[in-house]
């Protein structure tokens, strides 16, 4: 039976992690389990810089973005020794269960570490980039889409003063979720991500198609990771081939940061809630995702290698708005 | 077949009424449809104040708050004259659907509209208070949920500084989303809605317990439809009950304004395009809405008579992370 | 030579005190001054809530609401004996300068307590009211009329939507600075102040004539303390005398809170090391001010007892701008 | 007499240009002038893209970002034929005085155009850099300076969550008004501008010992037109000189965007009304501005060409707040 439990987050932060914190700690208090907090990550574990947690210890962050517990990438933490060093500290505190709130990277880090010393890992799907299978949203996603759709939403001021076309880039290397969203947020004039293939001529004639019906301004949502590579090449490719003035606006880091909206600050409390009622309940080596508005726990196996395509109703509003 | 539809939003308004308009509008252009604006709902169809729309005409406002076709609740609407004058214009324009943004009280004006008429109907849930069954979100309801969230924020600020217990009155006559989300989010320490009994009592003395825990400040989110009476009412049956020094805020009419959040503008930019491919597909009398991420159409007598159930796990996790 | 000061926040709490009390604590510990941080105000210095505070205490803290000193209205302090306690703690901590953030209340307590022990003090003009002498702009000022309006833009959503009058309330019993400045950013039609009287029916005459001049919606911003008797007693009082459907907003006590603006973290911030370096340069008994952007010493008397002003040119195009 | 005006906005956009031409407006229909709007700056003017304006076309435009009227910067306007288009336009319509709200370059344009054909000129100060000598405040900047600071304080929380720098870009090519102000504003480490030389050892000198004093992160606000080259560039000439992990961010062109905020409302309100007075009042080929909060009317000359220099307690604040 699970007394102690340990948490941390871990990899790239996203806004919500501290909701999420919060959510796993009071939900293990509220079920008289011993926590402690790991503090950066991986690194913490093996660095033993760790330190048990009350309920005030997470009071007053729900609104704030970042995470208190602070976060890294370890490389140490991918040697023999450095695991050895992580489980050594794991008896030392006796914790039963390993909560990680993390992205890809990090919940595979936890199903090998499982794997290899029998001890029980719960997950949390933390990540702007909602690419997660076995949840609908990750933590920081919404966050993440607001508040780049604010920043489209600037941008625009100033496209439309100008009449001109922006080319604005978002983060995912990998996915396309947050450009999709925000492009359908932001009312985009079209939107380049990893999972389509971009073709440089269809979108030049389609932005020529927007100014001849009278738009004044263009947007164009670029995902880092999209094949015609990153919205500065994108620019590059396109130049001379339209009649816009163009312009690129890189938003970088601050997507990871911000207060948590309410979405964000509630899917990440069930989902701190959600993962200590999946302990007590018996689950292990999952991670706790929301499906359709339900508590689920999926294998971390799964959650990390599964795919979770893009609702394709999003493209295809997107594209109706956008044509027109 | 539909050649030529209108479109009005009606009753209390809500943010993200304008990406629903834009939504309608250009998926109806996109299908070469015929699209007219109503203004000032079914007054405005009454008096015919009913102009021909294009795609610019609802440019540039998807983040805007408040509604570009205005709104109003109708009491001619509700005699024989204006129901009759209401049809003329129907047949006057060659109107083949009538698409209408609103609630509870709009759609279920649609519906016996439709029932006497024969026209077809197509409504869209259209309501800070997400209380209408067929959708998991209705328009207006998570800008309402952040914006009040927002408000708490600041509250919690000020509550914090002086030790203070504040109740915060919501919207919500005789539903409790709002209150119910908005505390979680904000991390209240109670909430009271009308969907469940209000017990003096225990609410005062969850609120010591908090003080002895070391609280520096508590919020009670009172939905102004709540048995106790709103936060006013709450604030005189609490009155010598606890050691807290009380105020009381009410949030009010901002509730409905603002710009619209990032998954506002999705969710009724969807609904606006669902609302004409339903209306191709042969949908009529019904409201489009979204459950678990899909496009479905509930018959509107339904979607007005049938009762949506707060999911049990939000009341569950706040009282689990208000407790500790 | 002073060697040693402490700071407190005091009386109504406002958005700012706390990059006013990074400024003091970071502005003394760079001239090698030692810190005392005392909690809740008098309260605090009586009961001998005092902690030395560092550098990293006030980190942080920048971007932040409410005051991390917490605040108190102090009644014991009105006694001899709780005069008598706070100096004794005065000189336990061998405390030489006390520096109090406060508004009118407070820094009269700090000039009666010097008046009567020989302490050096020096005050903060920290309220929202913007209604002390001796600065252009009190901490919490900007913060509050920015919350303010961004209330009232998203109430002029709804207005517009329902082409109705909004009588929105805001803080300030005696003073019309902040609803001076929100209706002006507001674009209100109309304000009602302390500072003038106020005439029911020229102003139901203005609402009037916006009507006929196309006005879609009206917004009055009424001062709490203006001689009608704030927005619910102003409803009442136009009831009947103009076509408009009056609605009525309270904003309450968020104008207190939120994450202070840029102009107000860099005001405090000023204002927290000009606190210091006055101190250094023998300043006592005084408010540290800015006006026309330089730092100023205002004896406490005056700033307590003589009357700023509303710049007449704010009325002026207030009124120009509304009237048309 | 003066009995009509025109007015345009010009060069690049900022926000609050919507409340100054507002202001404009109906200050000058308050005065009974008649009012043409140009559209799309001098190449408006060139081209005849005129049109009179009331006072319902300035309405709802208060709180909105970019400008109605639309900017450009126009090449045929530098040329001969350009301007006797542009005369020949300012006779058509009768125009008594031009209005122009613009930048430096804007307002060079227009004294050169006020020097060749007579016509009476004002100008006002409309950029977000505060460049302008004769305003305390320009139209723009304290909008760009919250949204740069927004921007720092979620790029804090990653840079906290992760214990990294970040080397912040903000606009401002010749001058360091906002990045100062949003340095202070944010609380960062450092701060680069062009009016002072930057030395890359005592950067990361003092970045080090931030450090070792515990700082968890490090942000530095570099103005694009600091001589150190950019956020880019700085990062190179940093790189290895440092323990801090670095990232940058460039924050781009969404500093011309975004809901002015109230300071900006009401200074561009200001501005606009006082440019009516003063016309009115003979004032002619000046730039009109705020200076210790008073209407001031400077010669268009000396506006462009005299160096307004940054307040020295600004950084010396800045200076002390960062080195603790």
Chains 1, 2, 3, 4 share one sequence.
């Not at 992205?103 to 029998?118: A, R």
């Not at 933390?126 to 759709?149: C, E, K, S």
């Not at 263009?218 to 590059?236: H, R, Y």
């Not at 018996?282 to 999926?298: L, P, W």
Request: proline content about 2%.
């Amino acid at each position: 039976m699970i007394k102690t439990i340990a948490i941390m987050t871990s990899g790239g932060d996203s806004s919500g992690m501290n909701p999420a914190v919060r959510g796993v700690v009071r939900g293990a208090l509220y079920n008289n389990l011993k926590v402690y907090g790991i503090y950066r990550g991986y690194e913490g574990l093996i660095d033993g810089d760790i330190k048990e947690l009350t309920s005030r210890d997470v009071g007053g962050i729900i609104n704030r973005g970042g995470t208190v517990l602070y976060s890294a990438r370890s490389k140490k933490f991918r040697t023999e020794e450095g695991q050895k060093q992580a489980y050594e500290n794991i008896k030392k505190y006796k914790i039963d269960a390993l909560v990680v709130v993390g992205g890809d990277g990090s919940l595979t880090g936890l199903n090998l570490f499982i794997e290899k010393t029998g001890i029980v890992g719960m997950g949390l799907p933390g990540t702007i980039d909602n690419d997660l299978y076995g949840t609908d949203y990750t933590i920081g996603f919404d966050t993440a889409v607001n508040v780049a759709m604010d920043a489209i939403d600037k941008i625009r001021d100033t496209a439309t003063s100008h009449e001109r076309l922006f080319l604005v880039e978002v983060m995912g290397r990998h996915a396309g979720y947050i450009a999709t969203y925000c492009a359908l947020a932001g009312g985009a004039e079209e939107v380049l991500i990893p999972e389509t293939e971009t073709h440089i001529e269809a979108l030049c004639q389609k932005l020529e198609e927007g100014k001849k019906h009278g738009k004044k301004s263009s947007i164009v949502v670029v995902a880092e990771g999209d094949d015609a590579g990153g919205a500065v090449e994108t620019s590059k490719k396109i130049a001379g081939k339209t009649d816009w003035d163009v312009r690129v606006s890189l938003l970088g880091h601050m997507q990871r940061g911000g207060s948590p909206t309410a979405f964000e600050r509630i899917n990440a409390s069930r989902l701190g809630v959600g993962a200590i009622e999946g302990l007590i309940a018996g689950e292990k080596n999952v991670m706790v995702g929301i499906v359709n508005d339900q508590i689920v726990y999926t294998p971390l196996k799964e959650a990390i290698s599964k795919k979770k395509p893009i609702n394709e109703h999003y493209l295809k509003t997107s594209d109706i708005l956008s044509s027109i």
